[in-house]
């Protein structure tokens, strides 16, 4: 990647200090940056040493004659092909979710019409507080990436959510991020699903009992990880709709999380309209129907009386996507996830629920959970028996049939049928 450009706006806070390294790291890579610093950023670090750095004129007020004379605020956000913030401080995100534009960076953020992607790093109650968590949903629902921040000891002498992640997951996300506005995929080939929304499930949902205990399985989310990274890397722009798994999020992902398959359907359908949808979570099937609002105790060290479980059974996911009559997507494929008779029973699945491509998934043996994968993909031209291979290249080779599908416009499409 050369001669990119990225507006790099520094907010302020104590992570401030490592966007000196970014600017060197993205300058490495071909990136250079223009830079915002914010009244709160140059308590931080001098407009001096980023200006040294970006080898750029840095930009502070947004009332300044000079700077409107050269570049006006407008221009500024426009100049570049990606907008950066980072740090992005709990003020700077609720003023962008707000759409306020009191200073630049803020004016900059709502004036632009390139992709942004903020890098929070705050204090862990801050970035859990209600109100921020408010913000970053709206964010993310106004199409603004937004990085998870690192969890782990901060300045302030407490530990959790809230550090700034890796400066290389960063950089990392910066780029592939220009690869897609540029319409070359991150390693620079064709993207053959450019311009396509896929939408993805992935990992395990989990059914609350009460507030500390539920009712889950042990999907890993690897599978449905790997194939976002591979739609992703095929220049699609990709939601993946999550249950709690220890993934990490591929670059270029938006990464919806939930927990209950209730969250995971509403999320799904919230992410419509898509061009093909992708159900590898395997969804609880059942939920306790009345969760305790409180622990269920023991008393006195014994049971009052062993709890008995009543379950309520929850919505099928693919099922209601794939009958849907509008936002339909023109792709949906299932994981059919069978211990015995796996093709036989994933044929009889494909049709119930109507999706158009099933991969069966033989996890009798230590699939779920591992690193290989055993998969048979039905179409309705019939049924293809694929080697055991690692999830990844299991990925790979369906993110390249999909591709297909659109590019050749080779069907297997019942809906089509
Ligand atoms: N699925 C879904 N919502 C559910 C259950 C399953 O979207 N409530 C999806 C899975 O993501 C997968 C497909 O349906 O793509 C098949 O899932 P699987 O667990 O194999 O099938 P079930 O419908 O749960 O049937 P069974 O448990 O009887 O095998």
Known sequence: MTHSRILLIIGGGIAAYKSLELIRDLARRGVACRCVVTAGGREFVTPLSVAALSGDKVYTELFDLTDETEMGHIELSRSADLIVVCPATADLMARAAAGLAGDLASTALLATDKPVLMVPAMNVRMWRHPATQRNLATLRGDGVRVLDPDTGAMACGEFGPGRLPELTRIADEIEA?????????????????????????????????????????????????????????????????????????????????????????????????????????????????????????????????????????????????????????????????????????????????????????DVSGDVMGGQDNQVSLITDAGVETWSRMSKTDVAARLAGRIADHFTRGRSGNLAAE
């Open 177 to 361: 991020m220009l690869a897609h506005s540029e319409g070359a995929g991150p390693r620079g080939v064709p993207e053959a699903m450019a311009g396509r929304h896929v939408l993805i499930t992935a990992g395990p949902t989990r059914e609350p009992l009460d507030p500390v205990r539920f009712l889950s399985n042990h999907s890993s989310g690897r599978q449905g990880y790997a194939l976002a990274a591979a739609l992703a890397d095929a220049g699609a722009r990709v939601t993946l709709v999550s249950g709690p798994v220890s993934q990490t999020v591929p670059a270029g992902v938006d990464l919806v999380p939930v927990e209950t398959a209730r969250d995971m359907l509403a999320a799904c359908e919230a992410a419509l309209p898509a061009d093909v949808f992708i159900s590898v979570a395997a969804v609880a099937d059942w939920r306790p129907s009345q969760p305790a609002p409180r622990k269920l105790k023991l008393k006195g060290g014994q049971a009052a009386a062993t709890p008995t479980l009543d379950l309520s059974e929850n919505p099928d996911i693919l099922a209601t996507l794939a009958g849907l009559r509008a936002h339909r997507p023109d792709l949906v494929i299932g994981f059919a996830a069978e211990t015995h008779n796996v093709e036989a029973l994933a044929i009889e699945k494909r049709q119930r629920k109507k999706c158009d491509w099933m991969v069966a998934n």
